[in-house]
Each structure stands twice: as C-alpha cells, then as structure tokens.
C-alpha cells in the first residue's frame, strides 16, 4: 500500500507541473503597472511599458496593446515568443528536474555540449549562465593558455566600439569608454585597436610583446553594427597562426543563426580556438557558452573554473529545443533570405534618403545610421506598436525574431520607414 501511494502522490505532482505550466497566467500588475520599484536599483532606463504575453513576434503590454517585435530581447528570442518546442521541453524538465550541481554528471549538458560541438567543429564546451560569464572563461583560457606557455604578464588584444559585457574584466575588454568610467580601476592585460583595421593590428603583433590571443565579434552589435571587410576574420587567423595566438571569438549576438550562419565565421570557411555564446542559445532561459578546440580546449581543469548554476538540465534542455527547432524549422537559412528582403526594403524606400548614412546588415542583425542622433525614435517607434532599439546614438539596431514571417517583415519596412522619414523631415527637425 505504501509503495501504492508513493507512485499516486509523485503522478499528482507531475498533474499539478503540467497544469501549471499550461495555465493562463494569474499574476495581476499593480495598480500603476508601469512604475519603477524603489525595491529595484537603478540600473536600467525602462520605457514606460510591461508586457505580459507574447506569441510568435508579437507582445502585449498590461493593456492589451499589441507590439510587432523587431528587438527579440535584444537577440535572445530568435524562435519568437511563447515557442511550443521550448516551452514544452521547459514544462517537462521542471516537472523532472532542475538543478543538481556540477558535483555530478548532467545528461542534457553532456548532449547540448556534444550538439554544439557538431554543429561548430570546436571540442570541448564549457557551460556558464549569460555572454559576460562565456567570455570570462574565455579570458581566463587565454590567461592560463599564456602562463603555461611562460608569458608572465598575457595579453589579448581587442577592439574599439566592442561590447563583451559587464564583469569587470570584460567591461575592461569593451571598447565603449562611457560604459567603463567610474569603475576603475579596470583590469590590465587588454591591448585596444580599431576594428576593422587590419594594419594596426599588424604594427601591435610587431612592437607589443606578451599577446596571447585576439578576441573580436564577427560584427559589432552594441557599437553600431557594423561589418568589416568579407576577408577581416581570415586575415586575424593568418595573424593569429603567424604568431602562436588564440583567435577567439564573440558570437554571443551574432550566433545561433542570426546572422544568416548558425555561427558568423562560418561566412569566412575559418575555425577559432575559442568561440563564446549565449543571447539566443536558450530563447530567453539564461545559459552561456564558451567553446573550445585544440590547444584552448585542454586548457582548463578540474578547480580552474566553474560555475553553481552553468549547464543545469533546465538551461540545457532549453539549448536542446532550440537546435531542434533551429535545424526542424530550417531557421538558420531562413534568416539569411529574411535579412535580404529587409535590407531591401530599407534600402528601395530609404537608400535616397539625404538623412541616412548607411543601411547595413548580415542575416537579421541590421542597422540603419542617421545623420543625427535618433534615440527618441525609440519611443516614437513603442506608441506605433513597433520595438526597436537604438545603439552608438544614431544607428537604429533591428534584431528581429527568426521566425518573422514575409508579411510581418513587409510591415516593419513599411511602419518604421514612414517613422525615419518623418523623424528627419525639416519639421521634426530640433
């Protein structure tokens, strides 16, 4: 009878995850749904909305307002909102099982890291919970890569107008002074030159002494997207392989297929030592991943490195239903022929345009630059229904959901185009 009611009592359980998980939600706003907590920090410049729901590209806010959806979290939700596969194998996982620790051995890690693996021809992954962690680990590879190789002081070169996080060390690595300023001291060991420009990094491998490694986005998102020359990332790996260096790279935005590759330097035929990710990687459950192969990849060992929380089952099993639904969806292609039909878009109605300085993009990472500082399109942009975001003060960033369909594109050309033009018309001029 015992056993009888052990098997009841662990069904109910499970009846009671399924239904919670399948329920609409009851969480009722405050009263003044969009007000800042003085419970929270300061730390974010919030628009003056909330959502609540989300299906596919679409959000809707507190007031049942629907948003089109071209920002994805910024990146983060490349297979949309509320996508089935993920929420199912998330409904399913926390009815099993969360978290145990890296103490013990975790079967979806160990299928994620070997998923990855595949797909980047790197070896060895390494799992943490957000892009800043990933590129940590990637710094302490290089770091630990150069002492074993009897460099006292290593250090890695890398670029203005990057974006790598937030930690101090990788805030140091940013190349953004506005984010860095009141928290120094910053950490040594960064070597900064411009990107794109090849030359300069050739003087630095010839007059700097103790580099051990390069570490670059395909495309920098943060600092405006921009996009170097097709051969940029081959010409580092010649540099890097000259020189005995790690060529690391951050696809923490540009990867997962949003570039139009499931990775961006697949664009260039090359392989990195290091590869790091996150943003896309878990649809909006918080994983990161740093990637490694050859000599970076048995590099580090037990007690080196670790993470409480990095690689638990339900972050990986979340990783797991987006490369299902990656490949099952043929997303990654998608993306490609998707960004061109934007970029088209843009470019037949604005290309013209006097104010406009640039339309720009690889796959779905696109940005329009203007003449003059644009932020306040932001909120012209959120009263029309339409999420955008704007980076480097004059460069409107669109990171749209991949699974945007032609209709829903065709609408964002249309509805953000007429907001640029009467932005910059002589009237809505300051």
């Known amino acids: 009878m015992e056993a009888n009611r052990t098997d009841t009592m662990s069904k109910d359980k499970q009846d009671a995850h399924i239904s919670f998980c399948q329920a609409p939600s009851t969480y009722h706003e405050n009263r003044d749904r969009n007000a800042v907590s003085d419970s929270l920090m300061a730390t974010y410049k919030r628009l003056p909305v909330t959502f609540v729901r989300g299906e596919g590209a679409w959000l809707w806010d507190t007031d049942g307002k629907r948003y089109l959806d071209a920002l994805s979290g ?3 939700c490349g297979l949309g909102h509320a996508h089935a596969g993920v929420a199912r194998a998330l409904c399913e996982q926390a009815g099993t099982l969360i978290h145990t620790s890296n103490l013990y051995g975790i079967g979806h890690q160990r299928v994620l890291a070997d ?5 980047s021809g790197m070896e060895r992954v390494f799992f943490a919970n957000s892009g800043a962690e990933a590129n940590e680990a990637a710094i302490k590879i290089a770091r630990l890569h150069g002492h074993r190789k009897g460099i006292d002081q290593p250090a890695i070169v890398v670029m203005d107008n990057s974006f790598h996080g937030r930690t101090l ?20 060991g960064f070597v900064r030159v411009p990107f794109g420009d090849l030359e300069t990094l050739r003087a630095v491998a010839e007059n700097t002494t103790g580099i051990v490694a390069v570490l670059v986005e395909p495309v920098q998102g943060e600092g405006g997207v921009n996009i170097p020359a097709p051969d940029y990332l081959n010409q580092i ?3 890097c392989d000259e020189r005995g260096w790690l060529l690391m790279l951050d696809e923490i935005q540009t990867g997962m297929g949003r570039s139009g590759r499931l990775f961006a330097h697949q664009y260039n035929g090359i392989a990195p030592d290091v590869m790091t990710l996150a943003k896309g990687l878990g649809n909006g459950v918080p994983i990161g991943a740093c990637l490694a192969r050859g000599e970076a990849a048995r590099t580090l060992g037990p007690g080196n490195h670790g993470s409480t929380f990095g690689g638990n089952p339900l972050a990986c099993r979340a990783g797991l239903a987006v490369m299902e639904a990656l490949e099952q969806e043929q997303l990654v292609p998608r993306s490609e022929k998707l960004g061109r039909r934007l970029l088209d878009g843009f470019r037949a109605r604005l290309g013209e345009h006097s104010g406009i300085i640039d339309i720009r993009g690889l796959g779905l990472m696109i940005g329009i630059e203007l003449e003059r500082p ?40 249309t509805n953000l185009c007429g907001l640029i033009e009467e932005f910059l018309s002589p009237v809505s001029a300051p």
């Open 74 to 76: 910024i990146a983060v």
């Open 169 to 188: 060390a990788t805030l140091s690595a940013t190349g953004n002074r506005k984010v860095q300023a009141g928290f120094e001291p910053l950490v040594k």
């Open 237 to 239: 790996r010649e540099i």
């Open 115 to 119: 998923t990855l693996a595949r797909a």
């Open 374 to 413: 644009c932020g306040e399109l932001v909120a012209r942009a959120m009263a029309a229904g339409l999420l955008i975001n704007v980076t480097a003060d004059r460069v409107i960033r669109l990171l749209p959901p991949l699974i945007l369909d032609d209709t829903q594109a065709d609408l964002l050309v």
